[in-house]
């Protein structure tokens, strides 16, 4: 029993050092990290620690829409959302595009609990869309939607397209694209999407920069995409 005890006090030693050590990191000048774990508590990724925060409810109107709505609401209270900027002045503009003349990587993740029916008919495309960006449509709904008054996205162009390797029963998918988004230059969006083993959760991570800052971020961005895991929690 005492030995039980002394290695559970052991594990409790050892999670705290590795916190200590993970806040310090992203606290202290230089190289550094911060590191963020999802509202399912299964999710989590880094950022530059010199990147920001924006604020929550600007980001939750950019993507629920008029908080006011029922649907907003409900789609709200099914999801948890962040936001990091790496942009000096941050903002939630520049979720989707260089708005305010922003040319710095934006960072979004969203985990969603989905709904009975969404459950059963989640998909490897239903993740690929599952940032809210339409990634696999028909080609007559993109023209279709492309020719809609005030529809941003133009131009769409895929990069890569990857099935991620099954880890503990979660699957995954990474996919890169372009749009034009409202007539300015080329954005390139980086999203990576995972189902969760029990198929009740799908965690979101998109990062945007334009295809410019894309490419001359390259090592940042990809280090950001490959930092975004989800785990099993055992039990």
């Known amino acids: 029993m005492e030995r039980t005890r002394v ?3 052991l594990i409790v030693m050892v999670i705290a050092a590795v916190t200590v050590v993970m806040v310090s990191s992203a606290g202290c000048g ?28 600007a980001l939750d109107r950019k993507v629920f829409g008029d908080l006011d709505s029922a649907t907003a609401q409900v789609r709200k209270k099914l999801s948890w959302t962040v936001g990091y900027d790496g942009h000096t ?6 979720l989707f595009d260089a708005a305010g003349g922003s040319d710095k990587p934006f960072v979004f993740a969203m985990v969603t609990n989905l709904t009975e029916k969404q459950r059963d008919a989640v998909s490897l495309d239903a993740l690929r869309n ?70 009740t959760r799908v965690s979101v991570l998109l990062i945007r920069c334009s295809a410019a800052c894309y490419r001359s971020e390259a090592a940042a961005i990809s280090g950001i995409a490959q930092s975004f895991k989800v785990k099993r929690l055992p039990g």
């Open 7 to 9: 290695g559970s006090r």
């Open 30 to 57: 230089g190289p550094g990290f911060t590191y963020v774990m999802g509202g399912d508590g299964q999710s989590y990724f880094r950022v530059p620690a010199t990147w920001r925060q924006v604020d929550q409810k």
């Open 89 to 94: 002045i941050p903002s939630a503009d520049h």
């Open 130 to 199: 599952a940032a809210g960006l339409p990634v696999v449509v028909t080609d007559e709904l993109r023209e279709q939607m492309e020719k809609t008054p005030g529809y941003p996205f133009k131009d769409f162009e895929l990069l890569s397209d990857e099935v991620l390797p099954p880890t503990d029963g979660v699957r995954g998918v990474h996919v890169v694209f372009n749009y034009k988004v409202q007539g300015g230059p080329v954005q390139t969006f980086d999203e990576t999407a995972y189902l969760a083993a029990d198929g």
